[in-house]
């Protein structure tokens, strides 16, 4: 009677393991299975002051930064998961004051909007924008470190935007 117990038991467990859905990470990312492709749309810049080149850099990295870690396939015509959106804002300002009204640095602000859909678990989609900065010192112009800033917060933007739509901790 045991014997025939735990075989009964095995062979429930067969039929109802497989339509369980259980995702492992070590990376922290959590993707459904049923997810394969993902979109990116090209991100204008509709700041005040437009970069050049920040549409195309921060494009290509979001783009980048799913390729790298995930196992989507990227799609020309709106993908599983699609990101849109615009740069809303580029501005550089001083932040610190010295004793004699002089700005001691100043500090470089970007903010995305960004708009996510999942069109398998539409409960995940987003509309939020996101903002990151770097400092600089005042006494260099902002063009001689303009790359350098921009790549460092470009990052970071990807960095939010990414865990916002893959990573639930």
Not at 109 to 123: D, F, G, K, L
Not at 127 to 137: A, C, G, L, M, V
């Amino acid at each position: 009677m045991g014997k025939l117990v735990m075989v009964i038991g095995a062979a429930g467990l067969l039929v109802i393991l497989p339509s369980c859905k259980v995702t492992y990470s070590f990376s922290g990312v959590n993707i459904s299975p049923e997810v394969q492709t993902y979109s990116v749309q090209y991100f204008p810049n509709r700041a005040a002051i437009v970069q050049a080149q920040l549409s195309q850099v921060f494009t290509d990295a979001l783009m980048d930064k799913i390729q790298s870690n995930t196992s989507l396939n990227l799609s020309s015509d709106g993908g599983d998961v699609h990101f849109s959106g615009e740069i809303t804002n580029y501005e550089t300002r001083p932040t610190a004051i010295t004793g004699q009204e002089t700005a001691a640095r100043n500090r470089l602000t970007i903010r995305i909007r960004v708009q996510y859909m999942n069109a398998i678990e539409p409960e995940l989609d987003y509309d939020t924008s996101f903002s990151r900065y770097e400092d600089y010192d005042s006494s260099l112009n902002l063009s001689d470190v303009e790359d350098e800033l921009i790549e460092l917060i470009v990052e970071n933007l990807i960095e939010d935007i990414f865990n916002r739509a893959f990573v639930s901790w």
